[in-house]
């Protein structure tokens, strides 16, 4: 491999570290609390500011020296060395004083001495005889704080601590003599001021816009919220709630999302419970009114008595329509009973052997339809235990049992009723032997889900298990603890 191809891939070996480094503090950032995001925003946003504001007020002269080459500052911001051109032109029109004492001569030499502005001090020296000797001055009246703006001077020139001064001297030619000029000019002092105040503005501005950014997207995210709220009150359900990070406004948009799922199960659930049931009456009105029909004309049959002979078989065609009559009834309660949520059960304290009477009053029906039962374990259940149950629901869960065993039962085969109980159940099993064409019989399964809510509202259990052709059920009830 080249030295410039290894080099390509060290740098985006690098970029692609950096670039994971980021993603991965960007997470963190994300998992942290809002106040927690808040606080380390505000820390960063006040270290950038103050960077800027070190940036800026570090690039002052450079700022400065940019400023006074334009039209506008050359007019406040003068040029030493043009300055000194003038005084140079200047200088031969006026006499040297002795010394600074020579009052006359000093008087004289004043409109030179004030060629510049109130931030200019001008100096003389003397250079020809007499070197260093202080001759004349003139001290700017802004060191003097006198006039309008001394205080906004004066706080500009404390901040630059005299190193704002621009300073100069030359040799200059007089009518008697040559002497040192040397100029302070004190100009930069009015910049700084209003340099320092924008450095202080623009730092502050950074901070903020730093702060409400972060605060604006946050609001920028519970809005968009609002929106899915807005949506799903008018029944928008099928949008999905969009991710917000994983702060608190995102635990609130995951929250508001899973809110949105359940109410549309829930809405899709009783659309199709209604349906359903708006289904069932249908069908019921329908299958209930050809057997009503024909029930009503063989009992005018029967009344006008047209068909002596046949009046045994009708009757027994009656009772056949009545029993089709009765199974349809009963699937609609067994239907409404299942996805009826408000049914409740009144649980009493029942002797166990009213549970047994009411077995044993089913078994006597089976047996005159045609099936074989054989009772198990029914006399060693104490005839002083008492179970939790309510006695209408009871005799309901054995007419749908029984009532099952009769349409699906196989009568070559016995159905077996196994009884037992101790001190916290009593238990009940019923097994019976599938006959072969039991599958080609319609059947919803309302009939076994009627029987397992009525035993779930009596705080009981049921159970079925299916083997080969034998199917089990089982009947699970509390016992009453009797107390000591």
Same mark, same amino acid.
């Not at 191809?5 to 970029?15: F, I, N």
């Not at 920028?220 to 929106?227: A, D, K, W």
């Not at 070559?412 to 039991?438: E, G, H, I, Y």
């Given at each position: 491999?080249?030295r410039?191809?290894?080099?390509?891939?060290?740098?985006?070996?690098?970029?692609?570290?950096q670039t994971a480094?980021?993603?991965?503090?960007t997470?963190?950032f994300?998992?942290m609390r809002?106040r927690?995001?808040?606080l380390?925003?505000m820390?960063?946003?006040g270290?950038?500011a103050?960077?800027?504001?070190?940036?800026?007020?570090t690039?002052?002269w450079?700022s400065?020296n940019l400023l006074?080459?334009?039209?506008w500052?050359r007019?406040v911001?003068?040029?030493?060395?043009e300055?000194?051109?003038?005084?140079?032109?200047?200088?031969?029109n006026?006499?040297?004083p002795?010394?600074?004492?020579?009052?006359i001569?000093v008087?004289?030499l004043q409109p030179f001495?004030?060629?510049g502005?109130?931030?200019?001090?001008?100096y003389?020296?003397?250079?020809?005889?007499?070197?260093?000797l202080?001759l004349a001055?003139?001290?700017?009246?802004?060191?003097?704080f006198v006039?309008p703006f001394?205080?906004f001077?004066?706080?500009?020139y404390?901040?630059?601590?005299?190193?704002?001064?621009?300073?100069g001297?030359?040799?200059?030619?007089?009518r008697?003599?040559?002497?040192?000029?040397?100029?302070y000019l004190?100009h930069?002092?009015?910049f700084?001021l209003?340099y320092f105040l924008?450095s202080?503005?623009?730092?502050?501005?950074?901070?903020?816009?730093i702060?409400?950014?972060?605060?604006?997207?946050k609001i920028?995210?519970?809005?968009s919220?609002?929106?899915?709220v807005?949506r799903?009150?008018?029944?928008?359900?099928?949008?999905?709630v969009?991710?917000?990070?994983?702060?608190?406004?995102?635990?609130?948009a995951?929250?508001?999302?899973?809110?949105?799922?359940?109410?549309a /199960?829930t809405i899709?659930?009783?659309?199709?419970s209604?349906?359903?049931n708006?289904d069932?009456?249908?069908?019921?009105?329908h299958?209930?009114?050809?057997?009503?029909?024909?029930l009503?004309?063989?009992?005018e049959?029967?009344?006008?008595d047209?068909?002596?002979?046949?009046?045994?078989e009708?009757?027994?065609?009656?009772l056949?329509k009545t029993?089709?009559?009765?199974?349809l009834t009963?699937?609609m309660?067994e239907?409404?009973?299942?996805y009826?949520?408000?049914? /409740?059960?009144?649980?009493?304290a029942?002797?166990?052997?009213l549970l047994?009477?009411?077995?044993r009053?089913?078994?006597d029906?089976?047996?005159l /339809?045609g099936?074989?039962?054989?009772e198990?374990?029914?006399?060693t259940i104490?005839?002083?235990?008492?179970?939790?149950?309510?006695?209408?629901?009871?005799r309901r869960?054995?007419?749908?049992?029984?009532?099952?065993?009769?349409?699906y039962g196989?009568?070559k085969?016995?159905?077996?009723l196994?009884?037992?109980?101790?001190?916290?159940q009593a238990?009940?099993?019923?097994?019976?032997a599938?006959?072969?064409d039991?599958f080609?019989v319609e059947?919803?399964?309302?009939?076994?889900?009627?029987?397992?809510?009525?035993?779930?509202?009596?705080?009981?259990?049921?159970?079925t298990?299916?083997?080969?052709?034998?199917?089990?059920?089982?009947?699970v009830?509390?016992v009453?603890q009797e107390?000591t």
């Amino acid at each position: 491999m080249s030295r410039n191809s290894s080099g390509k891939l060290h740098r985006l070996t690098q970029k692609v570290t950096q670039t994971a480094a980021v993603k991965r503090l960007t997470q963190r950032f994300s998992r942290m609390r809002l106040r927690t995001q808040l606080l380390c925003v505000m820390l960063l946003a006040g270290t950038l500011a103050l960077l800027l504001f070190l940036g800026l007020w570090t690039s002052k002269w450079t700022s400065y020296n940019l400023l006074s080459r334009t039209p506008w500052g050359r007019t406040v911001f003068p040029d030493l060395d043009e300055f000194f051109d003038t005084l140079r032109e200047e200088a031969v029109n006026y006499d040297l004083p002795k010394d600074e004492g020579d009052a006359i001569t000093v008087q004289q030499l004043q409109p030179f001495l004030y060629l510049g502005d109130s931030y200019t001090g001008i100096y003389i020296y003397g250079a020809s005889w007499k070197p260093g000797l202080f001759l004349a001055g003139s001290i700017p009246d802004s060191l003097l704080f006198v006039n309008p703006f001394s205080g906004f001077f004066s706080f500009g020139y404390a901040i630059l601590d005299d190193t704002g001064l621009r300073f100069g001297s030359e040799i200059m030619p007089f009518r008697n003599g040559n002497a040192e000029v040397l100029v302070y000019l004190y100009h930069p002092s009015l910049f700084m001021l209003p340099y320092f105040l924008f450095s202080i503005a623009g730092s502050i501005l950074l901070f903020f816009w730093i702060v409400l950014r972060f605060i604006s997207r946050k609001i920028h995210r519970i809005r968009s919220l609002e929106q899915e709220v807005l949506r799903m009150s008018s029944g928008d359900l099928g949008h999905p709630v969009p991710a917000c990070g994983n702060d608190e406004i995102g635990t609130l948009a995951v929250h508001l999302d899973q809110l949105r799922r359940s109410l549309a /199960t829930t809405i899709r659930q009783e659309q199709e419970s209604r349906q359903a049931n708006q289904d069932l009456i249908t069908a019921m009105s329908h299958d209930l009114r050809t057997p009503l029909t024909i029930l009503n004309g063989y009992l005018e049959v029967v009344r006008l008595d047209r068909r002596p002979q046949q009046r045994e078989e009708y009757l027994e065609r009656c009772l056949q329509k009545t029993d089709e009559i009765r199974q349809l009834t009963d699937r609609m309660f067994e239907y409404a009973l299942v996805y009826e949520e408000s049914e /409740t059960a009144t649980l009493t304290a029942l002797p166990c052997s009213l549970l047994l009477q009411c077995l044993r009053e089913n078994a006597d029906y089976i047996r005159l /339809t045609g099936f074989a039962l054989r009772e198990n374990g029914g006399e060693t259940i104490p005839e002083a235990l008492r179970i939790w149950g309510d006695e209408a629901l009871i005799r309901r869960v054995l007419n749908n049992l029984f009532s099952n065993i009769i349409k699906y039962g196989d009568k070559k085969q016995p159905v077996t009723l196994c009884c037992s109980a101790d001190s916290a159940q009593a238990r009940f099993c019923l097994s019976n032997a599938v006959k072969a064409d039991a599958f080609a019989v319609e059947s919803n399964h309302i009939g076994l889900r009627s029987v397992r809510k009525m035993m779930e509202l009596m705080n009981g259990t049921f159970a079925t298990k299916t083997s080969g052709n034998q199917f089990l059920v089982t009947l699970v009830f509390q016992v009453v603890q009797e107390e000591t």
